[in-house]
């Protein structure tokens, strides 16, 4: 209880704090084509709470407004707009996530839980591989069709309820109301382009370096979202195939499953290695710095699921397969199982930040 308040009282500070800045930052204008946030924050002239956890979740962290601004340290006023926004947008995750103490327990040692549930479910999957069925090819040999749809199914549909929840309350909290058809068409090509992370002007953001614009994190976003749709894809065409039209696994690789798994693992991979490369080489000051290691062990996760997919697709028919398998399993579960606590929970709040924001209400 006492922790609770405790936790209470910071999220309040932070907010008081990113609402400071952005009264300054409304009465500068200056990054005002920089991102959806500024021109968000410039139609009002005074912010509740509910407003500075909407502009949180507009912001992309992509610093661009730091690097421009005459007001960071050591200048009186201290601002650090991309630093305050990270903290109050991790933290409204953690505050609509359902159930909440998961995702305070995510935040707080994610890396650490990640690791631990990927190895204990491959263990998990390599034990269930002795329940070997009698017939069935490919990875069906090794682990039975039915026990990896009756655990993938419930483990796929209970993190989208979860999510759906968390949207909910977020949606209720910024006061969101009901949006037309144009305005989810305007917000998915935002979401598609990432117009926000070109910096306003297209060449990109300093993410990385504070002289440099790059397009880096821009293209790295988009080859994770790409690389996650398209293995989506090639899962869902291969529920069709099994089901619908009674053609089981395995696939060869001019078949659908294929055409969008592989080119799809290949770019989640590269996307994935990005992103941590930039990670690294990033200021933690300009973002939320108490979950900087849960959101790099997310990013390596999702790493290892795309990776973990390509080795056991290149090493099919091989002793190989039946520890590549239980450990690809393992990640798999592991990541949708942590993926409403993680930052994967980021792509859907944005996405309703940026329909609230497209709606104008
Ligand atoms: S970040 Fe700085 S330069 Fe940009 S609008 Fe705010 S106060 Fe002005
Ligand atoms: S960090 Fe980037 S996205 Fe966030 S407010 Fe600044 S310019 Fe906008």
Not at 219 to 238: D, E, K, L, R
Request: with cysteine; hydrophobic share 45%; net charge positive.
């Amino acid at each position: 209880m006492f922790e609770q308040s405790q936790m209470e009282r910071k999220a309040a500070a932070r907010i008081d704090e990113a609402r400071r800045q952005i009264e300054i930052c409304n009465a500068c204008r200056y990054c005002e084509g920089y991102c959806s946030v500024f021109p968000a924050i410039m139609r009002q002239r005074s912010f509740a709470d509910a407003d500075v956890t909407q502009f949180a979740n507009l912001c992309h962290n992509c610093r661009g407004c730091y690097y421009a601004c005459q007001y960071t340290e050591p200048h009186e006023f201290d601002l650090n707009l991309p630093g305050i926004l990270a903290e109050v947008r991790t933290e409204s995750w953690e505050r609509f996530a359902w159930p909440s103490p998961l995702a305070r327990l995510f935040q707080r040692s994610g890396t650490a839980l990640a690791v631990a549930l990927m190895l204990g479910f491959a263990v998990l999957f390599w034990a269930a591989q002795t329940l070997r069925p009698e017939s069935g090819e490919g990875f069906y040999a090794v682990m039975s069709h039915g026990l990896m749809v009756s655990v993938f199914m419930p483990a796929f549909l209970l993190p989208l309820l979860a999510l759906f929840v968390s949207l909910r309350r977020y949606w209720r909290h910024v006061g969101g109301q009901g949006v037309g058809r144009s305005q989810i068409r305007q917000a998915l090509s935002r979401a598609a382009y990432m117009k926000d992370l070109s910096g306003g002007q297209g060449q990109g953001c300093n993410f990385e370096d504070e002289d440099r614009f790059s397009n880096a994190r821009r293209y790295a976003h988009q080859a994770v979202v790409w690389g996650v749709f398209m293995c989506f894809g090639s899962t869902i065409s291969g529920t069709i195939m099994h089901y619908v039209f009674d053609w089981p696994a395995p696939y060869g690789l001019l078949s659908l499953p294929k055409l969008l798994g592989v080119p799809g693992g290949l770019l989640l991979t590269a996307g994935c290695l990005e992103l941590a490369r930039l990670k690294l080489k990033a200021e933690p000051a300009l973002g939320a710095r108490r979950v900087w290691a849960g959101e790099m062990g997310f990013v390596l996760l999702l790493g290892f699921v795309s990776l973990s997919g390509l080795l056991l697709y290149a090493s099919a028919g091989t002793a190989a397969v039946a520890v590549l398998l239980p450990l690809h399993l393992g990640a798999v579960l592991t990541f949708f199982l942590l993926m409403p606590y993680t930052k994967m929970a980021h792509g859907f709040f944005r996405l309703a930040a940026l329909i609230k924001d497209a709606a104008g209400n």
